[in-house]
């Protein structure tokens, strides 16, 4: 988040830094899980607070795993328990068919008047038949940029900011926020 949030010559201070629990995300969407989690940290923080919510949303699926993208397999599953759920559910998948995407929605919530401003934005892809790639995390490994037929796993940071759906989110967060400045 430090690297995408640069243009701002902001401190980026994470919530634990202020004894701040986790938020419980029970949003139907990834908006209303950021606003969750922003409201939170600025209501206990008493400061500005971002947060985000994402996760990958696979069409031949019915846009599953979607905002449970992290507790796919179970409540404490691993990241390699979610794609080998994700793998095994898409096993029948023809190729034409495997697409997805990677959203991410981004807010920045002000403590004190409750001023809220969202950004989202969406990578596309397909889901591989394995993994690929040891970079990353999540759903990294099997998801493969639509344009570079790479997965996720296999680019660098920069270039993963510039493609991603987290990258988009947060350079339009920044876009919005600079225009109130």
């Not at 201070?13 to 989690?37: C, H, R, W, Y």
């Not at 600025?42 to 599953?64: C, K």
Request: include cysteine.
């Amino acid at each position: 988040m430090t690297s995408l949030l640069s243009d701002l010559k902001v401190t980026v201070v994470p919530q634990s830094d202020f004894m701040i629990p986790d938020a419980e995300e029970t949003g139907a969407t990834f908006v209303a899980n950021a606003l969750i989690k922003a409201r939170h940290a600025a209501a206990l923080a008493g400061l500005p607070a971002i947060a985000d919510d994402s996760g990958l949303v696979v069409d031949a699926l019915g846009g599953r795993p979607g905002v449970y993208s992290a507790r796919y397999a179970g409540e404490n599953a691993s990241d390699a328990q979610n794609i080998d759920k994700l793998l095994e559910e898409m096993r029948n998948i023809a190729d034409s068919d495997r697409g997805a995407a990677f959203h991410c929605a981004a807010c920045f919530v002000m403590p004190d008047n409750g001023e809220t401003l969202i950004a989202e934005g969406s990578w596309r892809g397909v889901i591989a038949r394995q993994r690929r790639g040891v970079g990353g995390f999540g759903y990294d490994p099997v998801f493969v940029d639509a344009l570079l037929g790479v997965s996720s796993a296999e680019l660098g940071t920069e270039e993963k900011n510039r493609r991603s759906h987290r990258g988009k989110a947060f350079a339009e967060l920044v876009r919005q926020i600079k225009c109130r400045q």
